[in-house]
């Protein structure tokens, strides 16, 4: 084995390494991009950016004279125009009109550069890249909840409501603000048979429990039914 064989293995091995640090991540928030996916993503893009600098050099002469010259990231930068296909794949949106996988979208963007960078030799940069990615989405947003904006410590909730009576609506609405929940959006729907529904988008605190929140409302007078959907 020579200097270049143990070269290209330590490339796709560190790669793996830091692939699969990002893969366990999303695994373990059961997000789309699963830890196989972000391996293959990583490994191929560094191999890609090793054929390509390889083949670069390798095409810098010609024995009849002819002098080729060739980018040596001119697989790259299609790497990072594909990989876009992927990343649309695992964005979603929701029926309740939010939008999802955005995330885990940058995470693939970033497995493929992780991959690019250690097959282009700059090992210390991909390792901090992958410990500031860890920082940026376990860390820091764990953090805000305690000491960041008013905004980063709530999270938001779809709430469906069933009343059997226009005239409870209001008298609902009260106790839901008195309870310091705030109402980001708000529609209220005939419904057959005399019944309405009250849909509502609004904002708890971060360590206020969904399951409270429901029966809170399922416990004022007029509630039949409640839906409730976390959209963090």
Not at 51 to 65: M, R
Not at 69 to 84: E, F, H, K, N, W
Not at 88 to 103: D, F, P, Q
Request: with cysteine.
């Amino acid at each position: 084995m020579n200097y270049l064989d143990l070269d290209i293995i330590i490339k796709l091995g560190i790669t793996a390494a830091l692939g699969l640090i990002i893969g366990l991540e999303r695994e373990i928030k059961r997000k789309p991009l699963g830890l196989k996916t972000c391996l293959v993503i990583s490994i191929v893009s560094c191999l890609l950016t090793i054929i390509s600098i390889e083949t670069a050099y390798d095409a810098t002469g010609s024995d009849k004279g002819v002098n080729i010259t060739m980018d040596p990231l001119r697989l790259t930068a299609q790497i990072v125009s594909g990989i876009g296909f992927l990343g649309a794949g695992v964005i979603l949106r929701r029926g309740n009109e939010s939008i999802s996988g955005l995330t885990t979208a940058a995470i693939i963007w970033g497995a493929a550069g992780i991959g690019i960078a250690v097959g282009a030799g700059f090992y210390f940069e991909a390792i901090l890249v992958v410990i500031f990615i860890m920082l940026s989405v376990e860390l820091i947003p764990f953090i805000m909840k305690y000491i960041g904006p008013r905004q980063l410590r709530e999270k938001e909730l779809s709430l469906k409501l069933y009343i059997n009576e226009n005239n409870h609506i209001k008298s609902i609405i009260d106790v839901i603000e008195e309870k310091k929940i705030t109402i980001n959006h708000m529609r209220i729907k005939d419904m057959k048979e005399g019944n309405h529904l009250i849909q509502l988008k609004v904002s708890v605190t971060s360590k206020q429990n969904p399951t409270d929140v429901y029966y809170l409302i399922y416990s004022l007078d007029g509630v039949t039914q409640v839906e409730i959907e976390s959209l963090d």
